[in-house]
């Protein structure tokens, strides 16, 4: 098979798709690989990393797009990337249907076969394609967090950790998953006071068993999170449903209770955010203000980190990359439950019923697609 890597063209992305290291596996197994030059550049990988791991280097992306059996990518296509794709190519990414009905419809009208990391699941119900980026960007979201807290920024000027005589910074976090409890590390360790918020009675006390008294744990609903919103300086927004849209659990009439310079980190912006007024941003332009409360709201928050990132990323997604490639998508999905869930659309039919339901669009069995 062909696999193909393009260059990542959303604003700063500077994640690649393909390792060299899985360029090299992939190349070992018999396949073709090739890469658009300077892909890798962003997350600190050469042309020369590639080539010495077997890899062809292509000029432009139309190439790859036009010649590759398979593209390998980490963020949902772009409108002249959608353009390239082809009846039969296969397509390996991120792709965050649900809130973006226009890249649903140009992908069912591109004919191809697209499969979305953040569908693929595992034994234990988890989702390991898109753990190690949440990972990254639960981590990331007390430091953003902490900076657009920075009166220079907008924010309250409140240190996370206070200082001795001075309290720390009050922080929220909605979601105890791996997003959740990836952030209440970080801000535990900066010495906020932090309360993390969920609607699964055991995740709550497995979070109050690991941080051992340090995090104070709350079940979510409406009326305890209104009681929390006058007290917190930073609020994280750490939900999901996956393959879905994410349910807007604070609402703008919220904003008017919360402390003027207040701080909204939305890592669920991908799947159309978590609070009301989000709205997505980019590293160029991370933060904005409504009714007096800043929000950061960037889409692809791992790729300010894009060495990490990268590196995570492939290797979980390596093995599902080479069975798509040894096999071919059909056979793998079929042998593979957790990754025929991960398949989003074939051949102008959309097969993930959550995407179905967020665009009031029909949905086809992904087991019938399989058959043929």
Known sequence: MKIGCPTEIKP?????????????EAVAAGHEVIVQKGAGTGAG????????????????????????DMIVKVKEPQAPERAMLREGQVLFTYLHLAPDPEQTRDLLASGATCIA????TDDRGGLPLLAPMSEVAGRLAPQVGAWTLQKANGGLGVLMGGVPGVRP?????????????????????????VTVLDRS???????????????????SDRGGLAELLPRMDLVIGAVLIPGAEAPKLIKRADLATMKPGAALVDVAIDQGGCFETSRATTHADPVYEVDGIMHYCVANMPGAVARTSTIALGNATMPFMLALANKGWRQACAE????????????????????????????????????G
């Open 12 to 24: 700063q992305e500077f994640r690649v798709g393909l390792t060299p290291n899985a360029a090299r």
């Open 117 to 120: 990391y953040e569908t693929v």
């Open 169 to 193: 910074a009050n922080v929220a976090i909605i979601g105890g998953g791996v997003v959740g409890t990836a952030a209440a590390r970080v801000a535990v360790g900066m010495g906020a006071n």
């Open 201 to 219: 009675v055991p995740r709550l006390s497995y979070l109050d068993d690991v941080f051992m008294g340090r995090l104070t744990t709350q079940y």
């Open 336 to 371: 593979d439950p957790h990754l025929l869930n991960g398949l989003n659309v074939h051949a102008g039919k959309l097969t993930y019923y959550a995407v179905g339901v967020a665009q009031g669009l029909d949905v086809t069995s992904p087991q019938l697609v399989i058959k």
């Open 45 to 68: 990988f050469t042309d020369a990393d590639y080539t010495a791991a077997g890899a062809h280097l292509a000029d432009t992306a139309q190439e790859i797009f036009a010649t590759a």
